[in-house]
C-alpha cells in the first residue's frame, strides 16, 4: 500500500523540475520582433562610370542616406551602401544586395544585410534581411520597399522600407 506522505516530495520535484524546464525554455522558443520603417534616398548624386540602370548586366554601387522620415528635413539615421544589378533579361528587374548602417537613432551601431530582387515596375517590393549586426545579431526577416516620392528627371527616389525581424 502507497502512503500517500510520500507523494507530496515527488510531487514537488516534478513540479519545481516542470517550472525550471518551462522558464528556461520559454524565451528561447519565443524570438523577439522587431519592426522597423525607414526611408532610402535613392539614386541621388551619383557619380562615376555613365551607365544605365534599365540595362541588363548594369552594375550601381550606392551610398544613400537612411531617414527616419521621408521628407528633406527627416533626420539622418545612417546610409544603405551595397550594390544593385540589373539582373532581369528584359531589364525590368534588378538584384539588390545592401548594408543598412545605422549611424544614430534607435538602432545606433548596428547594421541590417538585405538581398533581393527588386522587381521595381511593381508598387511594393518584397525582399529579404538575411542577417545583421550589433542589435541584429542573428537576425532573419523581410522588408516591404515602396516608392515614397520620384522625380524622374533629376534621377532622385526616395524609398520606404518596412522592415519586420524576428531575432533572440
Ligand atoms: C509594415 O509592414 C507590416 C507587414 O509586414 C504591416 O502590417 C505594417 O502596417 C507596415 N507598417 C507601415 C508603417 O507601413
Redesign the pocket.
Known amino acids: 500500500m502507497s502512503n500517500p506522505l510520500s507523494l507530496t516530495p515527488n510531487f514537488f520535484i516534478i513540479f519545481t523540475l516542470t517550472i525550471l524546464y518551462v522558464s528556461y525554455t520559454f524565451p528561447r522558443l519565443q524570438p523577439k520582433q522587431t519592426?522597423l520603417?525607414f526611408y532610402q534616398s535613392q539614386f541621388s548624386g551619383k557619380s562615376g562610370p555613365t551607365s544605365n540602370i534599365l540595362q541588363f548586366g548594369t552594375l550601381v554601387a550606392v551610398d544613400d542616406q537612411v531617414t527616419d522620415g521621408p521628407s528633406i528635413e527627416s533626420k539622418q539615421i545612417g546610409r544603405t551602401q551595397g550594390l544593385y544589378i540589373n539582373s532581369q533579361l528584359d531589364g525590368k528587374g534588378l538584384h539588390l544586395v545592401f548594408s543598412a548602417i545605422f549611424t544614430d537613432g534607435e538602432f545606433k551601431g548596428s547594421a541590417l544585410e538585405i538581398q533581393g530582387a527588386d522587381i521595381f515596375g511593381m508598387k511594393e517590393r518584397e525582399f529579404g534581411i538575411v542577417s545583421g549586426t550589433g542589435y541584429f545579431w542573428f537576425v532573419k526577416g523581410?522588408?516591404?520597399m515602396?516608392i515614397e516620392f520620384m522625380d524622374i528627371a533629376n534621377l532622385r527616389a526616395i524609398l520606404?522600407l518596412?522592415?519586420?525581424v524576428k531575432h533572440y
Open positions: 519592426n520603417v523581410y522588408g516591404i515602396e520606404k518596412n522592415v519586420t
